[in-house]
Structure formats: structure tokens, C-alpha cells
């Protein structure tokens, strides 16, 4: 199973870590990542397998909100079934 993270808000040193320092935490694997800063907003998209969580998903979810909150960023994660569904014709 995977899940799509998405990073959103004001450019600071070390994002990236943290957000894979919380998916480590979790036992989510990184699989891929793209990050853009424009001007100074960064912006950060990740896929990530969520098979071997040590977690149920609701915990990976909210530890990556709060950690959103506690850097002042928009976190979300969404399960590779929503976003399928939500992107299906």
C-alpha cells in the first residue's frame, strides 16, 4: 500500500529531514519525492509505501499534521485508495 504526503508553505532549512524523519518513525518507506521552492514558498510531494507501518494510518496522518503545525506548514496525507478514486474517469 502507498500514500501520497503532500508539503506545502514558507521555505525553511530542513523540511525535508523532518518529514522523513516522522515517516521513519512510522516505518514508511520513501519511494519518491519532488520539492520546488517558488519565490519562498516550498512546495513537496512524496510517495510512500505504507505496507510495514508500526502504525495504524490515522497515527502516520496526524504525527505528519502536527508536525505541519509545529513548523508552521500544511501537511496531508492521503491512502493511494482515495486518491485513486478521486482521480479515476
Known sequence: ???IVSVIGKDTVGILAKVSGTCAEHNANIIDVTQSVMK???TMIMLIDISELTSDFSALSDALAALGESIGMKIHV???DIFNSMHRI
Do not use: C, L, N
Open 40 to 42: 519562498d514558498i516550498f
Open 1 to 3: 500500500m502507498k500514500a
Open 78 to 80: 492521503m491512502h493511494e
